[in-house]
C-alpha cells in the first residue's frame, strides 16, 4: 500500500514455474521474486561453488534502483556492477543520489579485465585517453558497483534517449592459472548462469505497482545480456557526473608509437623490462 492508502488487490498475484524450473511473477511486489532468486543463487554458490571460483557476481541496468532490500542483497556479491539512467541536479535527484552514494563507494566492484571488451580501457586523463609507452603497464581497472548511464535532462525541457532495461545477470568469476596455448598464466573469467528480465524497476516504489519478471537460463539469452552489460559498463559513468550529456569515462588507451619505434630501434622488440 502506497502513502495515500492505495492498492492493487491480490487477484493479480502470480508465480509460475517454467520447464526448467526457474520462476516468473506477475501482478504486485514483482521485484520479491528477483531479490528472492539472488539470495537463492548466493547459497547456491555459498553450499557449491564452481571450480576455482572467486565468488558469485550481479551485473545490472536499470532505470533506477533505490529499493533497500535490493542493494543490500547486491552487497553480499563478491564483485557487481549495477548501470542505472544518468540523474537530474535538482534537490530531489541530489537526495536521492546521496542515498546511494555507499553503495557507489562499496568495494565489490568488478574487475575490467574479465572482459575482452574492457581490457584496454583505462579513466580518462583530463579528458583524454591515457596515453602508454615502453614498459608501462596495461590497465587493471575495477569499475564501482554503481554507475550511470546517457544525458542529463533538463528542467522543462524534453526528454531524452534514457536506459531503460530492467535485467540482472547472475554468475561467477572463476580463475585459472593457464593460458589458452598451456602457458603459465594468471586467467579470469565470468560464467553467466542465470538472467532476470521484467518490468519493474529497481525501485521500492515498483513493489506497489503491477508488474512482470522471470528468470531464464537460456544459453543465448545469458550471452547476449553479458555483450549488452559489458557495453553498459564501457561507456558508463560516475553516480553524479559532471557532464550532462553522454560522455563515457573509460576510454582505450592510447599507445605512444614514437616511443615505441625508439626503444624497438635500440632494445628489439623484447618485453621493455627484459
Not at 23 to 31: A, D, E, P, S
Not at 49 to 61: D, I, K, T
Not at 110 to 117: D, G, I, K, P, T
Request: charged share 25%; glycine share 10%.
Amino acid at each position: 500500500m502506497n502513502k495515500d492508502g492505495l492498492e492493487f488487490a491480490a487477484t493479480f498475484d502470480q508465480v509460475f514455474v517454467q520447464q526448467n524450473g526457474h520462476r516468473g511473477h506477475f501482478g504486485r511486489n514483482v521485484l520479491k521474486g528477483l531479490v528472492d532468486g539472488m539470495d537463492s543463487f548466493l547459497e547456491e554458490k555459498r553450499r557449491t561453488p564452481g571450480f576455482r571460483s572467486m565468488g558469485p557476481v550481479a551485473l545490472g541496468g536499470f532505470l533506477w534502483l533505490d529499493d533497500p532490500e535490493l542493494a543490500a542483497c547486491l552487497a553480499r556479491f563478491a564483485h557487481t556492477c549495477v548501470v542505472v539512467s544518468k540523474q537530474g541536479r535538482s534537490k530531489r535527484d541530489l537526495d536521492k543520489l546521496g542515498k546511494l552514494q555507499p553503495f557507489a563507494d562499496s568495494d565489490n566492484g568488478m574487475l575490467a579485465r574479465v572482459f575482452a571488451e574492457l581490457t584496454d580501457l583505462d579513466w580518462r586523463e583530463e579528458g583524454r585517453a591515457k596515453v602508454l609507452g615502453p614498459g608501462a603497464p596495461m590497465p587493471d581497472v575495477v569499475i564501482p558497483p554503481l554507475r550511470t548511464i546517457g544525458f542529463r535532462r533538463q528542467p522543462k525541457k524534453d526528454m531524452v534517449p534514457f536506459l531503460h532495461t530492467k535485467m540482472m545477470l547472475l554468475g561467477e568469476l572463476w580463475w585459472h592459472d593457464e593460458d589458452a596455448l598451456g602457458g603459465v598464466a594468471d586467467v579470469i573469467g565470468f560464467r553467466p548462469e542465470r538472467l532476470w528480465v521484467g518490468s519493474a524497476n529497481a525501485t521500492a516504489r515498483s513493489r506497489h505497482n503491477l508488474e512482470f519478471g522471470m528468470w531464464l537460463d537460456d544459453p543465448h539469452a545469458l550471452q547476449a545480456a553479458q555483450t549488452f552489460l559489458v557495453q553498459l559498463m564501457a561507456h558508463s559513468e560516475a553516480l553524479d557526473p559532471d557532464s550532462d550529456l553522454f560522455q563515457p569515462e573509460l576510454l582505450p588507451v592510447d599507445f605512444d608509437d614514437e616511443a615505441f619505434a625508439e626503444y624497438a630501434a635500440e632494445y628489439g622488440w623484447g618485453a621493455p623490462d627484459a
